[in-house]
């Protein structure tokens, strides 16, 4: 019989958050139970333009302790989580870690750029000292023997890792409604879904739960949910960032990506975890620039801040099928960075109406392939039965959500015989035509913009029952995951719902390892909007 570490199965599973906590009823969280009450003034979220700068200046200072900052973070994850429902599971070592860092600093000890710093991680990363479930039920309780490659990074420059996000299950969905535990709500407005499908990232970041996070994105799954919530998702360039450890759905497509409530904080994390990794062969050798050391504070730059840099308007996302108020603030936005001193003109995509349909066959085809491994066997629930056959099959039956199951039809659909010409290998020719058309656009312009969304968030179970209208969200960001593409979404304005409106972003892309270009001109962008306040009414109901 394999040992422990060898076998998941035996592994012990770290505690999940009680669905009815509420900020009413005792917390039985160990983390949350132990924490003082604090004044809503501690509780206020950070003004400054980057908070993890902040937090550094405090620590390195002697102003605050880690223990302290954990603790405030800590206590608003205790009033807001019975509403939001941002995690599946909780660190019990996050004081710890922060009574660690604070005897670091007090003996002179040098610490990373991230100390202090919590950090939520998505569920589908592998975490050594938490469940990683996907956010599916099949993988209930397991617990991997090792970090996934981007929070291994992020732990040795210090961050603390709060918790596991929720998700919608395998990263197949847009809503978070499809996770195999809870349903994670919007801070903006809770009847209301946060995106997905890294949604309780967003939500977290969005809630001031953690200072930022990371999720994966494989058609959009960070930068829709950064629109529906509010905050800055980064979706790097493919190979940017370490694959290891980020459970697969569709490997040629998937991204490791970073959320943060400013653009300095996403760079900070992205310079972080960035980098090449022996043990991902397709993460590139590219050197991985300081993002945020050509940040310049807006006081330092002349009125014109971006002169000379051409952007270009994707014609085809301001058309039919996107909602009004979203063509208005994407309108404003492009206004305002000419504003800034940029070149703005209009380009076409002439594919990009085929991007949607080539990526669900694509993204199913490699999902029916990656999603074989889940058989209960090696690890995962297992589903009592006589024979092998019925093994697999109940236990996927049972594990498996409806999406996941749907989309592993489909992909294996497509992959059959007598359908691969007709549908696999056409939709690679498609995104052949797709990274064409982008490499065209890029060669006229530095940058193309778009919304990140034809919609603001809708409520909670407005389309369950209409998966095709779902996909339909999803065509804005598609096809840069197709053409391997890095993007930006910074909240650029909101629309009309909820108590105080609905956030909707800015997509930038730009060309393969541009990041820094993406960073310096969403950091100028963000500094220079006025007359908006992304922080949610969640906070001030708290």
């Not at 993988?139 to 990074?153: I, S």
């Amino acid at each position: 019989m394999p040992s422990p570490i060898q076998n998941p199965r035996l592994l012990l599973t770290s505690t999940r958050i009680p669905l009815s906590l509420s900020s009413k009823t005792p917390c039985t969280h160990r983390c949350l139970a132990s924490l003082p009450s604090l004044s809503p003034q501690t509780l206020a979220p950070q003004s400054t333009t980057s908070s993890i700068l902040s937090i550094r200046e405090s620590l390195l200072s002697g102003r605050k302790k880690a223990v302290e900052i954990a603790a405030e973070y800590l206590d608003r994850i205790r009033l807001t989580e019975p509403q939001l429902k941002s995690f599946i599971h909780l660190s019990d070592s996050v004081l710890k870690d922060a009574l660690e860092l604070d005897r670091k600093v007090e003996n002179g000890e040098v610490v990373g750029p991230l100390s202090g710093v919590l950090v939520g991680v998505k569920d589908n990363l592998c975490t050594v000292d938490m469940p990683s479930t996907g956010g599916s039920r099949i993988l209930d309780g397991y617990r991997p023997a090792f970090d996934a490659t981007a929070v291994r990074k992020l732990r040795e420059a210090g961050a603390i890792i709060v918790g596991k996000t929720n998700m919608d299950e395998f990263g197949m969905g847009s809503t978070t409604e499809g996770s195999g535990f809870h349903v994670t709500k919007n801070p903006w407005d809770t009847s209301r879904v946060p995106g997905g499908s890294s949604g309780g990232s967003a939500a977290a970041v969005s809630a001031r739960q953690c200072v930022a996070s990371l999720g994966s994105d494989t058609g959009g799954s960070v930068r829709q949910p950064a629109s529906f919530c509010g905050v800055v998702g980064l979706k790097p360039t493919y190979g940017r960032v370490s694959r290891f450890g980020l459970m697969a759905y569709a490997s040629s497509l998937d991204v490791v990506g970073v959320f943060g409530s400013s653009v300095m904080d996403t760079a900070i994390v992205l310079s972080a975890i960035a980098g090449h990794d022996r043990l991902d062969a397709t993460s590139s050798s590219h050197e991985v620039p300081d993002y945020s050391s050509e940040m310049v504070s807006l006081d330092q730059l002349d009125s014109k801040p971006l002169k000379g840099l051409k952007i270009g308007v994707i014609k085809e996302t301001l058309g039919d099928g996107i909602e009004a108020g979203v063509v208005s603030s994407i309108k404003a936005a492009s206004s305002h960075l000419e504003q800034l001193g940029s070149i703005v003109g209009e380009v076409s995509l002439p594919s990009f109406d085929l991007g949607l349909p080539a990526y669900y066959i694509l993204a199913s085809s490699e999902a029916s392939s990656n999603l074989a491994r889940y058989d209960s066997v090696r690890y995962g629930q297992q589903a009592d039965a006589d024979d092998l056959s019925l093994l697999y099959g109940d236990s996927r039956a049972k594990g498996l959500g409806h999406e996941v199951k749907m989309r592993i039809l489909m992909g294996t659909y497509a992959l059959s015989a007598g359908y691969y010409d007709a549908y696999y290998k056409r939709a690679q020719q498609v995104r052949t035509l797709v990274q064409k058309s982008f490499k065209d656009a890029l060669d006229q312009y530095d940058i193309l913009i778009s919304p990140a969304a034809p919609s603001a968030a809708y409520k909670i179970g407005e389309k369950t029952n209409d998966p095709l209208a779902m996909y339909a969200g999803d065509i804005m960001t598609v096809n840069v995951n197709l053409a391997g593409l890095p993007s930006l979404v910074v909240p650029c304005g909101f629309v009309e719902g909820g108590a105080s409106g609905l956030p909707v972003g800015l997509q930038m892309i730009s060309s393969s390892f541009s990041e820094d270009k993406l960073l310096r001109v969403g950091h100028v962008f963000e500094q220079s909007l006025q007359g908006y306040n992304f922080v949610p009414p969640v906070l001030s109901e708290n």
